[in-house]
Nanobody, 120 residues
Framework: QVQLQESGPGLVKPSETLSLTCTVS??????????WSWIRQPPGKGLEWTGA???????YYSPSLKSRTSITRDTSKNQFTLQLSSVTPEDTAVYYC????????????WGQGTQVTVSS
């Protein structure tokens, strides 16, 4: 059973960088052919894919967030990390990490989600 757990600060100030880590257990992030994604849900809105890192280490970003987004990984800890720079209150959302493909929109394992609020 694959489990994902998000961690990071719940409050970030405008213009700062949001950093969240997803710790994966029960499966390796370098397991063949899996994408490991970050997805967010702003209050009152639908799910928004932000980016992903492939098992090979290749990264993919939402075009609307690409200039501010970076996803990296630490294979020794089986973790992957989202960094979103220059945040504004519009980046306030519940952030989820998940295993699955943004190409198909199919995700089979999700973290529980973590609330991030951007406010001074």
């Amino acid at each position: 059973q694959v489990q994902l757990q998000e961690s990071g600060p719940g409050l970030v100030k405008p213009s700062e960088t949001l950093s969240l880590t997803c710790t994966v257990s029960g499966g390796s992030i370098i397991m063949n052919y899996y994408y490991w994604s970050w997805i967010r849900q702003p209050p009152g809105k639908g799910l928004e894919w932000t980016g992903a890192i492939y098992y090979s280490g290749s990264t993919y970003y939402s075009p609307s967030l690409k200039s501010r987004t970076s996803i990296t990984r630490d294979t020794s800890k089986n973790q992957f990390t989202l960094q979103l720079s220059s945040v504004t209150p519009e980046d306030t959302a519940v952030y989820y990490c998940a295993r699955g493909s943004f190409r198909t929109g199919e995700y089979d394992y999700w973290g529980q989600g973590t609330q991030v609020t951007v406010s001074s």
